[in-house]
């Protein structure tokens, strides 16, 4: 099976995990500071930044990109608990 | 003696003017005494709202809580016709400032609603309605009402995510909102009035907008440039019309840090909190400060819980750059005096801040991973798993509180070595 390599750099943490799986089931093991209210991509709470390999995550869904724009996201931004990884190198960190 | 603003008259609550255009049309709580749970207050509140009337349109700024929906309707007739508002500005959606949103929009159907971006949702989760029209705004936005005009600034999580302020720039007010606002009612109205409102000034700020201190900064980038301002109308509490300026400088006082800096520059904070019944959780305490302290460029200091109330606590963490627990497990739990502190954290912002447990016990030691789940719950990142040692600990187990003290200044100065861990690794 695919793996990616993703790095929460906010604790120097780089995880090994298969594709399909969600950042939040990831982060959330390792202590990363990015934080979830509803974890299923209604609040908005979970916005982090994507500073490389955008393109290694799943597109966003439609109703993910209404949250992004309803909270302002920012270009690079991604809601952690619907994105997830598809192989390649990713790096995030909490807004 | 001051004369009071009449405030009903013939059994009929009235306006109560702040300038020729502009009117308080809010409601008198005096018999509340305890609000959103968290919040006491002595002699009740205010729901502020406010009439602008323009050559071409008027505008209601915010409304009441629903139980006061008459005196705010009441005030409203005394001043304008329903036909006359082209505008109604919601500053935050909580329901003590919406309560008659639903049956204004009623009587004035064809006023325009402005709210911030991010009230969005919440205004359709709070009036479930799907078909609704209204116009979002952000800083720089303005609505004219002809001879008036009313500018917005985006001023968010003060107290919630949709808070925003609204400004008249021809009369130098400003709508802030729940910002400079406090608990306090009185039917004299304004600051230079009422009575002494301080404590309830400071004690609404230490608890509804301490946890943003960020943001409060923030807002106050765009408040100050608007000095010197007549009047500034809150959402609750006095209106500050004498020497409004006082008020603005106090948020910014209030907004630094609490406690005087004691480090130098670039160096990092590192509390540990222990409690300890038979000395054992304490030893790994004393253990992992020594650990901690071998790391240059982080200050390092070490509490027992038993030894001070909590507030002063609350104050150090609120500036520190790292906190450790330790905990005891006793009945498969976390010990009070830990649960109190952890409790009493939700009025400062500990986003990101690192976060570390540790604790002796006797069978079953669930309460380092409790600590931590709640550690995780305050957005504090925990990046070190938390160090269990059964009972007393050994000269090798003290190692690996030294280790574990090490690990976490390291990483709170960046010198920690980053690893690749597999998922499957992870428990």
Redesign the interface.
Known sequence: MAKA?I?FE?????????AG?RIIE?S??????I?YGCREGDCGTCIMKVTEGWNNLTEPSVLEDKILR???AGKHNRLACQAQVLGGVIKVK?V | MIKAPILIQDGVPQAVSLSERVHWIGALDPNLRTFDIILKTANGTSYNAYLVQGSDGFAVIDTVKESFADDFFARLESVARYEQITVIVLNHLEPDHTGALPELMRRAPQARLYISQKAQTMLKALLKQTELEFTTVLSGDSVSLGDRSLQFLHTPYLHWPDTQCTYLPEEYTLFSGDVFGCHFCDSRLFNDEVGDFRFSFEYYYAHIMRPFKEYVNHALDLIEPLLPLQTIAPAHGPLLRDRPQRYVKRYRELSQTTLLNETSGGEKTLLIFYISSYGNTRRMAEAIYEGAMAIEQVRVSLYDLEGSEIEPFVDLIEGADGIIFGTPTINGDAVKPVWDLLSSLAVINLKSKLGGVFGSYGWTGEAVRMVEDRLRGLKLRVPIPGLRIKLIPTDEELELCLAFGRELAQELVGLRQSKIIDMADLA
């Not at chain 1, 906010?10 to 298969?18: E, F, K, M, Q, R």
């Not at chain 1, 959330?28 to 500071?33: L, Q």
Request: aromatic share 0%; no cysteine; glycine share 8%.
């Open positions: 390599t790095t906010d604790i120097n943490v780089t995880v090994s995990a298969p799986t990831i959330e093991k390792v202590g990363s500071g934080t309803e909270n302002m909490p």
